[in-house]
Structure formats: structure tokens, C-alpha cells
């Protein structure tokens, strides 16, 4: 493996469904250090919290209350500095959340900003309105609903690109930037790998001009997506801070990203990688609202053209905002077969992928449930619009359902017991996964054509193969549901065939008899000719 090691997997946990280990429902620290081990057999070298600060938790830890303390429910910064440790003595590293376009509104800093006070009034954006009970402007927030919230007391209005409970920081103010200085050196000092950076690229506000249209999520976007300044104080931040930590990694949740927008964020040292957007549209219309059949080519599109354009890509089919990929473009019928299919993906493409707790086990969304149930914030605000614009519940639960972010968030599934060896409380903070007793981590372990055991022998693979690494994107032309492509590097070569769809296909010609060694295949000793549905070959096919 080459000497970066932020080309390693990544692992995502989602901190509060990972592990419990004193049985009140919820995960925590202490859990995930039990479970390292696994990690480690796993295959990855990195591993990336969701937040674990001090929160109300209002949309569920992206709303930090203090970046310098854990969450109560998960722990101690002894249990943090005790995760580090262990997690250092098994050669793995950690990569923390940095949640910093806005703080809690529970925030010391916000609460001292409400009162009008120096110098905190001015560490987030406050504006007088266009006249009484009139925001400053038409920008809607990402959940829906106006950006802007009224302060009485102050009579001034205070923006928020997400809910009112997350006040967006100022960071045209340098004591904001200085701010946020202190808090990644303080968890780099501590030996912390690097950051998984939220929604990073909208952090720097252009102008408070109107937006354009009518969003009713996201208007006003055009003023603050991937501005000057916003380039300017990632290279701040990377000169002032990162520069300094020799090894450290910082990855960009960029919202709605463009190319060239992604190749300056790595060109200036902005950002190591990036998160795209775009392969996550194929199938969905109107912000996720309503679906779109899945369509293979679609996604091998959109894949194909970043892998051939940024050098270094952040793979992810799965996180904690977005649905199972089982659920979204794989098959119900076919379970094993299509996470393997995805997985095969996922593990070849250039860059370095990211796989999502519980997406090595195939696992799938929770079922769904009444929307104001839901523990997602987004959710309630949409199914609030709803209510309010009368539509037909029916329809209203059809949106929701799609949107809602407890279905990804369900509790890891470790065994097949009814809490699934997740806690030993009565109930879990959130209803476990669709399954059927069989993908779990002790099923899986026990079982050599599980999906586990696939992730396990692809990320093997990756870590042995330098093709895999550092090899170049070498697209095949192909059709319909068939990805081919080639990762090359000096004379060697890897061709990877993945067929995701539930039908069988006959390859083209010139990828039916191919000379090379068979390194993998889904299905052992499936025709040359052919792809099972949601097959995969990997060949060793010299350059
Ligand atoms: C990011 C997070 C998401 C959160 C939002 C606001 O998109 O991934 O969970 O709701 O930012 O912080
Ligand atoms: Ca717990």
C-alpha cells in the first residue's frame, strides 16, 4: 500500500446505533471499543464517528452544544481518549465529524449571542428584517421552511441553513475561523487521524441577496455554495492547522458539488476528498421527495464521469442521510447477490471507499413507520409541510417514508437474538432493520458465502492488489447493466465485470473469453460468456 493512508477503507459508524454497552438503548464509546476487533478483521484502517459531542441532539449530534466535551449518553473524554489508545494499538485511526457551517442553538456561544452579547452576537449571522415580521430574505432552509428566525428581544432575525435549532456560525468573522482552529487542534493533538468536514462547502455566505425560484428547500443556494471565501478558509484551515500535522486527512461533505468546484478543492489543499452528490439523484426527483425507477446506466454514468475526472474519488453508496443501497439500487429478492454486486463497486473504484455500519452485513432499512415518530428532524419538518398543505395523508407518509433518516440509522445487528446482540435494554432508541434473521455479524461470520465474508475477500484484495489503489480508471464501454472497467497500473491490470441488475447477461465479444486469472467471482464457475444477475468477475488481466 502506498504511504497515504487516507487511501485505506473507511469505516462510518453512526455512534448511537453501533453498540450498547450498558444496556439504556443507545450506543456508545465504550461499545465501539469492543468491538474494534472486529473492525480490524473487517479489513478497514479507518474509522469515522458521526458526532459524538455534547448535544440536545436535536438532528441527532449535527447540532453540537460543545465541541469540547462527549455526549453524555456515550461516553467520557476518557472513554474518547481510551478509544484513541485502543484503537492506535490495532493500527487503526480515527476520523471525527467536524459540524461547523452551524453550532446547537443550545450553544454557550448562541446563548450569549441571544442576549445581544459581545463578541458572541457577532459569531453568527444576524440581520434586521426587510420590514416588521419580514425576514431579511426568501432563502429557504435545506429541512424546508424559512432560514431565518425571529429574536424579539433583539428584534433582529439569526440564519439557519438547517432547522432553528442549528444557527448558522459567521465566517466572515476571523474569530470564528480562529475558533474552529482551536477545536481541530485539539483533537489532532490528541492523536485524532483527521475530519469528515458537514456540508463544507456552504459555510462561507456571499452576499444575503434574494434567491432565485421558489425551493421550497435550499433557495438562496447560489449565494453560498462553494464561494470564494469558502475556498479561501479551507486553504486558511489546511495552512494554519493542517499543514502542520504531517499526517492527517480532511474529507468535504459537499453538497451538490461540481467538477471543477471538486478539483480545486483538491488542487489547493482544500481537501484531501470529496463527497458527491450526483450519484445519489438517479433515483429520486424534487430533493428525494419522489422516487425515479432505478436505472444501472444511470448510476454507471454518473460514477464513470468523476472516476475519469478527480484524481482521487470518495466512494459511498450508504451513510447515515441516505437509504440502504440494497433498498435503492439493489434487489430484495436477490439480497446477498446485489450487496455483493454493489460491494464489488464500491471496492474498485479509484479513491477510497466508505462503507457504512451494517452495509458489509447487506443489511437493509427499518421498516416504515408514522413520520412523527420519526427521530429525524428533517422528516418532522417535511411531514409538518404536509399537514399544512393538506396533502392526502397517503401521500404525505409516501414522502415522508422516503426521506426519513431512522431507516438507515436502525441498530447494528450483531446476532440474530430479538435485540440483536445490539443492547440488552428493553427497547432500542430506534426499531431494529427489515430482516430475516440471517444478515447479522455472527450469522455472517459462520457463513463463507455470506456478504460479510465478500467484503472481507475484497477488502483483502484491495489492500494486496496495487491496481486497486493506485491503478487508473480504465472505463469499458458497455450497456445496459453491465459495469466494465479496467484499473491498470505500470503492466498490470485488474477487470472488473459487475452486472447489477437481476438478470442474467451475455457479455460483449471482446469481454467474453478474456485471458487472465480469475481472482474472484460471485459465482464460482459461472459460463465465461455470461454474468449471473448481479454477478461479479474480477480478472487479472495484465496490461
Ligand atoms: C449533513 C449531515 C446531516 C445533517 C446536516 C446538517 O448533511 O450529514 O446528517 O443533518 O449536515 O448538519
Ligand atoms: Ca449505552
Known amino acids: 500500500m502506498d504511504q497515504l493512508w487516507h487511501k485505506h477503507a473507511i469505516y462510518q459508524i453512526y455512534p448511537r446505533s453501533f453498540c450498547d454497552s450498558n444496556g439504556d438503548g443507545v450506543g456508545d464509546i465504550p461499545g465501539i471499543i469492543s468491538k474494534l476487533d472486529y473492525l480490524k478483521d473487517l479489513g478497514v484502517k479507518i474509522i469515522w464517528l458521526s458526532p459524538v459531542y455534547k448535544s440536545p441532539l436535536f438532528d441527532m449530534g449535527y447540532d453540537v452544544a460543545d465541541y469540547y466535551a462527549i455526549h453524555e449518553e456515550l461516553g467520557t473524554m476518557e472513554d474518547f481518549d481510551r478509544l484513541l489508545a485502543e484503537a492506535k494499538k490495532r493500527d487503526l485511526r480515527i476520523v471525527m465529524d467536524l459540524v461547523v457551517n452551524h453550532t446547537s442553538s443550545a450553544h454557550p456561544w448562541f446563548q450569549a449571542a ?11 449571522v444576524f440581520k434586521k428584517g426587510k420590514k416588521k415580521g419580514v425576514p431579511p430574505n426568501n432563502w429557504t432552509s435545506m429541512f424546508t421552511g424559512p432560514a431565518w428566525e425571529y429574536v424579539p428581544a433583539l428584534d433582529e432575525w439569526y440564519l439557519h441553513l438547517y432547522d432553528a435549532a442549528q444557527p448558522d456560525l459567521n465566517w466572515h468573522n476571523p474569530e470564528v475561523l480562529r475558533e474552529v482552529e482551536n477545536i481541530l487542534r485539539f483533537y489532532l493533538d490528541k492523536g485524532v487521524y483527521g475530519f469528515r468536514c458537514d456540508v463544507i462547502n456552504q459555510i462561507y455566505k456571499d452576499s444575503y441577496a434574494d434567491g432565485k425560484g421558489h425551493a421550497p428547500s435550499g433557495r438562496g443556494i447560489e449565494h453560498y455554495l462553494m464561494t470564494e471565501g469558502n475556498h479561501r478558509i479551507l486553504r486558511k484551515l489546511y495552512e494554519d492547522v493542517f499543514s502542520h500535522y504531517p499526517e492527517h486527512v480532511v474529507i468535504g461533505e459537499t453538497f451538490n458539488v461540481d467538477i471543477p468546484n471538486g478539483l480545486r478543492f483538491l488542487k489547493e489543499n482544500e481537501l484531501d476528498m470529496f463527497f458527491t452528490f450526483e450519484h445519489m439523484g438517479v433515483d429520486r426527483r424534487l430533493s428525494g421527495a419522489l422516487a425515479k425507477k432505478f436505472k444501472p446506466e444511470a448510476l454507471r454514468e454518473v460514477l464513470y464521469r468523476y472516476q475519469k475526472e478527480i484524481p482521487w474519488n470518495a466512494n459511498y453508496f450508504e451513510n447515515h442521510d441516505q437509504h440502504r443501497s440494497v433498498n435503492r439500487f439493489g434487489s430484495l429478492k436477490m439480497h446477498d447477490e446485489s450487496a455483493k454486486a454493489l460491494a464489488a463497486i464500491l471496492l474498485t473504484l479509484k479513491g477510497t471507499p466508505f462503507i457504512y455500519q451494517g452495509q458489509e452485513l447487506g443489511m437493509l432499512d427499518a421498516p416504515k413507520k408514522d413520520p412523527a415518530t420519526s427521530t429525524d428532524c428533517a422528516t418532522l419538518a417535511v411531514y409538518k409541510l404536509t399537514r399544512k398543505m393538506h396533502l392526502p395523508k397517503r401521500f404525505a407518509y409516501r414522502i415522508c417514508n422516503r426521506l426519513d433518516r431512522d431507516a438507515c440509522r436502525a441498530p447494528m445487528a450483531w446476532d440474530a437474538d430479538e435485540k440483536q446482540g445490539f443492547t440488552t435494554a428493553e427497547k432500542a432508541w430506534l426499531p431494529f432493520a427489515d430482516d430475516d434473521g440471517t444478515h447479522n455479524v455472527k450469522t455472517e461470520e459462520n457463513n463463507a458465502n455470506s456478504v460479510l465474508n465478500f467484503y472481507k475477500t475484497l477488502l483483502k484484495l484491495r489492500q494486496n492488489r496495487l491496481e486497486l489503489t493506485e491503478g487508473s480508471f480504465d472505463e469499458l464501454p458497455s450497456n445496459g447493466s453491465l459495469f466494465a472497467y479496467r484499473r491498470v497500473v505500470d503492466t498490470k491490470a485488474i477487470l472488473v465485470l459487475v452486472n447489477l441488475s437481476p438478470k442474467a447477461i451475455t457479455l460483449p465479444p471482446y469481454l467474453r473469453h478474456v485471458d ?15 454474468l449471473d444477475g448481479f454477478g461479479v468477475r474480477l480478472l487479472d488481466v495484465g496490461a
Open 114 to 124: 441571544l442576549r445581544g452579547e459581545a463578541p458572541y452576537h457577532d459569531y453568527y
Open 516 to 530: 487472465g486469472q480469475l481472482l474472484l467471482e460471485s459465482n464460482a464457475g459461472s459460463d465465461p460468456a455470461r
